[in-house]
């Protein structure tokens, strides 16, 4: 009898991971928890192989909120990623947890080391990106955008940037909006929308490549179990998500999952997670309200995510896991 050997082989070696995605994680880190629980998964992910984070662009208008980022990517150990920041943002204030950044143990030490102490010395986040863009393969990135508008409108008002979004990126996820009831409102203005209304519009106008919107209803369906927070995390001594859980809304209570399910679907689109809209177009209208319309030819560029009841399960069990899982162990 031959063996079956080169049949398995080869049989495995079709069952090959895909090439992981290339991402540009956008955020306003420190208006919400949710941002880094985002983050937490997106570097779990890419010591998985699933993704590569090519870039994280802030939209938050405070020298803490890039700092905070660079502590983070440097616990997950990838302290090189680079970082870009909005300049004239519209959310200024400190936030509730990005202070973290500049926590310090008895002997002078950051908690958290990382080497960008201040977002003053972040490169600005438009040209960051089109630096990125430009070193990639045409149709070959993904930006997952869970924050205000403001650094990818500004990346279409630049010939250059526009016509490099058009020509590199993929595919655009987007936490952003409501689009199915939300406690009976079907007009809820949601917050990243409202924060800078101008730049939303633009998008939703402008943008060239295909966008997926995770709407409010969604993070709010798959809230995050605080227990897990508070039982989970005693790994570390310090842990910067037990840490902002805490400093931005104690538990007990469930954080809806709202960035998390939009870094979900633009990481792994086919897992199942998630349904898809019918193609249409977003409109973002003057109070913030985002209204979807249907394209009658099939051949709108937008889509937002629906959740089943089974499928709101396993992505509030995927998020948990994935924002849970331990960083590696310091060398």
Known sequence: MK???????CALGGLSQAAPVKLIFDTDMGNDVDDLMALAMIHNLQKRGACELLAVTVTKDHPQAA???????TLYGYPDTPIGVVRDGAAKEAGKFNLLADEKNADGSFRYPHDLKSGTDAPEAVGLIKKILSEQPDSSVVIAQVGFFTNLARLLDDPEGKALVAKKVKELSIMAGAFQTVNHNTRHLEYNVKLDIPAAQKLAKQWPTPI????????????FPHVVIEKDLGYLTHHPLKEAYYLYNPPPHDRPTWDPTAVLYAIQPDRGYFELSPPGNVVVEDDSATLFRPSKDGKGKHRFLIMSPEQTARVREAVVQLSVEPPPAKK
């Open 212 to 223: 997926v919107w995770s709407g409010y209803e969604i993070g709010v369906a798959a809230a």
């Open 67 to 73: 700092a905070f980022v660079d502590a983070v990517n």
């Open 3 to 9: 063996s079956l050997l080169p049949l398995i082989l």
